[in-house]
């Protein structure tokens, strides 16, 4: 089965960090652009992080600049976000995607890719 698994999703205060994770399976991670999506209640989907295939191009949301990086571990057919000094606003379900033909702003800002996970919840709260 062709999938993408997130995991990492949980409670954390503001100004805490999670690292989030998403695993492929059933297929190689490493001829595609990976990203990262939230969607926070009442808003639409919209793109927080995307990598290129060998990690030299990144895209991030301005609002999680400086906060939040992505990362991939093609051996491990994984990809990773890293949250720090999180806030209320970052509370979201979060997705990873990935697509063979599109570059990382088109993936964030676009996105149309080949595979989505079922996304992990991430909430912050006090």
């Known amino acids: 089965q062709l999938q993408l698994v997130e995991s990492g999703g949980d409670l954390v205060q503001p100004g805490g960090s999670l690292r989030l994770s998403c695993a492929a399976s059933?297929?190689?991670?490493?001829?595609?652009?990976v990203g990262w999506f939230r969607q926070a209640p009442g808003k639409e989907r919209e793109g927080v992080s995307c990598?290129?295939?060998?990690?030299?191009?990144?895209y991030y949301l301005d609002s999680v600049k400086g906060r939040f990086t992505g990362s991939r571990d093609n051996a491990k057919n994984t990809v990773y976000l890293q949250m720090n000094s999180l806030n209320v606003e970052d509370t979201a379900v979060y997705y990873c995607?990935?697509?063979?033909?599109?570059?990382?702003?088109?993936?964030?800002?676009?996105?149309?890719?080949?595979?989505w996970g079922q996304g992990t919840q991430v909430t912050v709260s006090s």
């Open positions: 990598i290129s295939i060998r990690s030299l191009n990144t």
């Open positions: 995607a990935a697509t063979r033909f599109a570059t990382v702003t088109t993936l964030c800002r676009f996105p149309q890719p080949d595979y």
């Open positions: 059933g297929f190689s991670l490493d001829d595609y652009v």
